[in-house]
T-cell receptor, first 116, second 118 residues
């Protein structure tokens, strides 16, 4: 079956521009996560959705970052007024419903964002 | 405070040998999960193995096993019979169960780069 997909795979933009990154989770997965991975680091949590609502957005670095999941499936991460420090790989993951919240997260291939 | 610590930035192992990648964690929760992911140079995160905090047996998945020592708060990954294709970054991660029983985020360590040599 299809895994988590992310588009675009690469995005190059100029400082100050607006970007949207898209994530298509595995069908039937209710939880969706966004992480950011800077060079040489582990992924860092940004936000996660349970269905349509953001259950935890404590990892968003500032108000330039916003994410939506209007129908409980596809999610879009939006970054306004991009800065060079936003350059990273943005990873999306999804997990199926389950008890205790300890289910495995399945990751997409990521979007490499470069801000010039 | 760092929740997941991986103290080995890089490791070398000869093909067919076993290697242990270290991971220690910090949590005050009783219920949590520990994960290991592999990230090859292509960038995708590949799930390897999972250990629940209440699991009494160490988890095993093929050539991967997790040496879980709860009192020491360590969850080391053991790869047996290393193969050239095992060369990659390896991340340890923890997931603490949310109070509402819903899903919750993963907290990752900084990773260990494993290089398998002939």
């Amino acid at each position: 079956g299809a895994g988590v997909s992310q588009t675009p795979s690469n995005k190059v933009t100029e400082k100050g521009k607006y970007v949207e990154l898209r994530c298509d989770p595995i069908s039937g997965h209710t939880a969706l996560y966004w992480y950011r991975q800077s060079l040489g680091q582990g992924p860092e949590f940004l936000i996660y959705f349970q269905g349509t609502g953001a259950a935890d957005d404590s990892g968003l670095p500032n108000d330039r970052f916003f994410a939506v999941r209007p129908e409980g499936s596809v999610s879009t991460l939006k970054i306004q007024r991009t800065e060079r420090g936003d350059s990273a790989v943005y990873l999306c993951a999804s997990s199926p419903p389950g008890t205790g919240g300890l289910n495995e997260q399945f990751f997409g291939p990521g979007t490499r964002l470069t801000v010039l | 405070a760092q929740k997941i610590t991986q103290t080995q930035p890089g490791m070398f192992v000869q093909e067919k040998e076993a290697v242990t990648l270290d991971c220690t964690y910090d949590t005050s929760d009783q219920s949590y999960g520990l994960f290991w992911y592999k990230q090859p140079s292509s960038g995708e995160m590949i799930f390897l193995i999972y250990q629940g905090s209440y699991d009494e047996q160490n988890a095993t998945e093929g050539r991967y096993s997790l040496n879980f020592q709860k009192a020491r708060k360590s969850a080391n990954l053991v790869i047996s019979a290393s193969q050239l294709g095992d060369s990659a970054m390896y991340f340890c991660a923890m997931r603490e169960a949310s109070r509402t029983g819903t899903a919750s985020k993963l907290t990752f360590g900084t990773g260990t780069r494993l290089q398998v040599t002939l």
